[in-house]
């Protein structure tokens, strides 16, 4: 069911740079009915942990708006059906492969020296504890955007496939 859910919203995604409230709000619904359906009381508790982690940990990346609330939405209803450990293995197996799709774009476009210039003046933002500014952000259209919902959707794709392969 989570990998029915991240092709649909890698998709959208992939089409619109948008993972709609049409998806994320049943999705998020579905995966603490299914769980509280199949595992009780520990399922519910399951599936509200994992939906509040990737709501919490992904929440200060769309106050800066450097990730888009669709994702956040997404990863949310991610951690309803996957609960916490699981969307924790997800998470970091995404954000590799998100790192892997800017390196192929950056470079695809010819951007890596705006690109290292741009990561400076964010570590510097962090540095000095202050944001770095409406450039360095999703609102800028000139910006190299990823689209995290994809790489968050082939996470899902490749745990759940390695899990039903019995893949260690």
Request: charged fraction near 10%.
């Amino acid at each position: 069911m989570p990998a029915l859910l991240a092709l649909a919203a890698g998709w959208t995604d992939w089409r619109s740079r948008r993972i709609p409230n049409w998806l994320t709000v049943p999705g998020l619904l579905l995966g603490i009915a299914a769980n509280s359906w199949l595992r009780g009381w520990p399922g519910t508790k399951d599936s509200l942990l994992g939906a509040g982690l990737g709501l919490l940990l992904l929440l200060p990346f769309v106050w800066i708006r450097s990730l888009g609330a669709g994702d956040w939405k997404f990863v949310g209803a991610l951690g309803a059906f996957l609960g916490p450990q699981n969307l924790l293995t997800v998470l970091l197996l995404g954000i590799l492969v998100n790192g892997l799709m800017a390196v192929i774009m950056v470079i695809m476009k010819k951007r890596v020296r705006e690109t290292a210039s741009n990561m400076g003046r964010m570590l510097a933002a962090l540095l000095t504890i202050h944001l770095p500014g409406p450039e360095l952000t999703l609102d800028n259209p000139d910006l190299v955007k990823v689209p995290f919902g994809v790489a968050v959707a082939i996470a899902v794709i490749l745990y759940t496939s390695r899990q039903a392969w019995g893949i260690a």
